[in-house]
């Protein structure tokens, strides 16, 4: 016997989504002192090898596998702001730890190193914890008009608080000292979480609906076993693996390329990487601005728009392919900037079409689904930069030809991007139409979910 209460709710307005954008923020805060600030400081004070803090942030990678899982406790519940709290208190706590941790490996790198694990380990589940039950939260109270530019605002906070966040820590961080540093990482971490509970206070309301169940709930595995059978479901998680891992691949060898085969020097390279953010930035706006708003039906759906930035980010991989064997005679910074631009418009219109998806299948299962692709794009970030590493020193190995090298992996990264087009059609053409217009569930059928969990 199922009770059940249906209240559908009012979708958020501009600051409702602004103020959800300030997770992401703090989100970004902590994640970027420890995952920069601290392999600078492991790398270059304590002289120790660059593999610890790649393997610290492989590790933090590899528990995103948890997700699901953490998407499933928010099921039961039923409320998803906790969960956004409790894992903000998680990051932070790991944030602040994995400071400590670096201080010590200066004295001691055994308790260090040990402690270091500890930290990315609560690191990882905070990262996932929250940002999983922040998407389904944004999905389940944003107009589907507004998707796009929610998806934008918030990913163009988060990099907000990748920039002033670095700028203010680096302020405070010299004179450099191992009590700077806690200091500094544990007033980061306490700011990012009050910020997340004033931000998300009251903001979930009433939820959308209220179930008392007789029977035992399913089961983390009947759940995802449940999801995983649903045809798009299982699709779209192969398409965010196959086209993060597209994307990804690129980030650790484009500097190196560009070094190597256009005898940039460092500042030179690093220039070229805000060239490539400056157009990540403008291809996020650009669909946030088409996918929204009064000109959405004519400038495109978020279907188009993720499958446009699918073809536009491979068209300028192989570009870039065509510039490693042109040489120096190529324009570079257009190119990048051009790639910059696509992947942009790729990133926030997949990650609004993982909101408008999110709800088409079972109820009751939109956290399991979202951790499901969110676990598909964390290990594809972790396997891209190290498979685009390792296919660039193979194919120099074999090839002879740094430039050849190079331009063999991108052009393979290209085809990935191309697979991944024809994933995402495969993905999105059975309920494409929901990706385009909005029709507000019916009381009976959140009911009938209710009923089937």
Known sequence: MVAAQ????????????????????????????????LNRVMVVEL???????????????????????????????????????????????????????????SSNIVVGVALAVVAFILIGLGVGASGTNLLVLLAK??????????????WVMMISGFVVTATTAGYFLDPFSAARLIAVTASVSAIAL?????????????????????????????????????????????????SMLAYSAQDLILEPFAGTVFGLTPGESTQLAGVQNGGVLLGMLLVGFAASGPFAGRLGSLRTWTLIGCVASALALFSLSLAGIGGPGWPLRPLVF??????????????GSMMALVGQGRAAREGVRMGLWGAAQALAFGLGGFIGTVASDVARYLIGSPATAYATVFAAEAVLFLLATGLALRAVRANGANLDRYAPPSRASLAHGISQN
């Open 194 to 242: 009050l910020v997340t509970v004033f931000a998300v206070r009251d903001i979930e309301g009433a939820t959308a609906y209220q179930a008392h169940h007789t029977a035992p709930k399913a089961s983390f595995r009947e759940a995802l076993k449940q999801v995983w059978a649903e045809p798009q479901s299982r699709r779209f998680t192969i398409f965010i693996f196959v």
């Open 338 to 351: 051009a790639l910059g631009v696509a992947n942009g418009a790729f990133a926030v219109a997949a990650i």
């Open 6 to 37: 249906v209240q559908l709710q009012r979708p958020l307005g501009w600051l409702g989504i602004v103020r959800l954008g300030l997770v992401q923020t703090a989100l970004g805060a902590i994640v970027v002192l420890t995952t920069s600030t």
């Open 141 to 154: 109270r944003v107009d589907p008009q507004r998707r796009a530019a929610a998806a934008t605002i918030t």
């Open 47 to 105: 002289a120790l090898p660059a593999a610890l803090p790649g393997a610290l942030v492989a590790l933090h990678y590899g528990l995103q596998i948890l997700r699901p899982r953490l998407g499933h406790g928010s099921d039961v519940g039923g409320r998803r702001t906790p969960w956004i709290i409790g894992g903000m208190a998680v990051l932070a706590l790991g944030g602040t730890l994995a400071a400590v941790a670096t201080s010590w490996m």
